[in-house]
């Protein structure tokens, strides 16, 4: 090594121009202190390409940020427009008679779709909501006016009943691993199967049943529209599910949950303790659900509520809730309750006939999906 080198390595013969070093040199203060020179670097193209490229925000990615921020936004502007619109066309849409239709048609379908809304949002679906109502609704009417239970009793035993099929889902999942979509399919037919065995295809009328049972049917002017105690019911009912889903650690377990079982798992979270506790609670909400049934048909049918498995998936999913879980509201599952109301109701006024409501609201679900792909692609 020649002096005067400070033992670098010699540079090759045929190598490029000089490059500064990565490193800043040290410099050797007067004190003897090693000292490093501090130099500002200017960053490379690379980089200023990509911290632009960040940094960039068009009004279409503004807006993605914001519906997937709040995902209820979306069915608000649907439902207000397609109020509009329908009370543009027609205007007995807008009648307060026309209303109350609506808002009692709703009631039901609300009221199982926040059960629906709580499997989803762990990343679940339920396919048997609709026939465990019905199972519930029969055995309440049944213990009732067949075995002269009194009907608190049976408002009870109708509550263990839907507890006992979301128990038996839940456990299916947890336990079992399988599917919830090829849980619930196949828990659909048993429930469907326990009630006609169970009520012997017979209907309870009203009349012959407690006036407790029918109670939720009874309706009171507001605001000149007539609502019943269903309504009131459902709508408390979102009240104390959006405070339980958002102001306690079980609503943000399910939340985790939903959104990667995996993470909440290495959090802490006991993950089949949480699905199991939402299968259960399901169960309770659409015996809830039952009773209301029974006041707004005045009767309890093994044949109500078929299509109540579909129009609960469809209000959740046009309501904002993503399937993959993690992301979602139950006020907006009230707005696509209603979304699905007033549409059907507006095409009815319209004159069109039952399978173009049905076309329409299948175009709503595709639609509803394709914009929360699009949400789901936004940059975290």
Do not use: C
Not at 210 to 229: K, Q, R, S, Y
Not at 232 to 250: C, F, N
Not at 345 to 362: E, K, P, R, S
């Amino acid at each position: 090594m020649r002096a005067g080198t400070d033992d670098a390595p010699p540079r090759r013969p045929d190598a490029g121009p000089h490059r500064p070093p990565l490193v800043p040199p040290l410099q050797i203060h007067p004190n003897g202190a090693h000292v490093t020179q501090h130099t500002t670097e200017p960053p490379t193209s690379a980089l200023d390409l990509a911290e632009e490229f960040l940094d960039r925000t068009t009004p279409l990615s503004r807006i993605r940020n914001t519906l997937h921020r709040h995902p209820a936004i979306s069915p608000a502007i649907v439902l207000v427009v397609a109020v509009i619109v329908f009370g543009l066309l027609n205007e007995r849409f807008l009648n307060p008679t026309n209303l109350s239709l609506i808002t009692q048609q709703v009631a039901v379908v609300g009221t199982i779709a926040v059960a629906q809304t709580l499997i989803i949002l762990t990343a679940g679906i339920d396919l048997s909501v609709g026939a465990v109502m019905v199972l519930s609704s029969m055995v309440i009417a049944q213990t009732t006016v067949q075995m002269g239970l009194p009907a608190v009793l049976g408002l009870f035993l109708g509550l263990v009943v839907g507890m006992a099929a979301g128990a038996l889902n839940g456990a299916l999942v947890t336990r079992l691993k399988l599917p919830p979509f090829i849980v619930t399919l196949g828990t659909l037919n048993i429930f469907l199967a326990l009630t006609l065995l169970y009520s012997g295809g017979a209907t309870v009328r009203g009349g012959e049943m407690p006036e407790l049972l029918t109670w939720t049917g009874a309706t009171f002017p507001l605001f000149g529209v007539n609502i019943t105690v269903g309504v009131i019911m459902m709508l408390l009912l979102y009240v104390v599910m959006s405070y339980v889903l958002h102001k306690t650690a079980w609503g943000r377990h399910v939340y985790a949950v939903g959104d990667d079982r995996e993470s909440a798992r290495l959090a802490g979270i006991s993950v089949n303790r949480v699905l199991m506790s939402v299968y259960l609670a399901a169960g309770a909400i659409i015996a809830i659900g039952a009773w209301i049934q029974i006041g707004r048909s005045n009767a309890a049918s093994p044949n109500a509520g078929a299509d109540l498995n579909l129009d609960s998936i469809t209000a959740v999913v046009i309501g904002g809730t993503s399937l993959f879980g993690g992301r979602g509201t139950v006020w907006g599952t009230l707005l696509g309750a209603l979304i699905v109301g007033v549409f059907r109701n507006g095409l009815a006024l319209a004159g069109l006939d039952v399978l173009w409501q049905t076309f329409a609201v299948g175009v709503l679900i595709v639609v509803a999906v394709s914009v929360d792909q699009w949400i789901r692609k936004v940059r975290a």
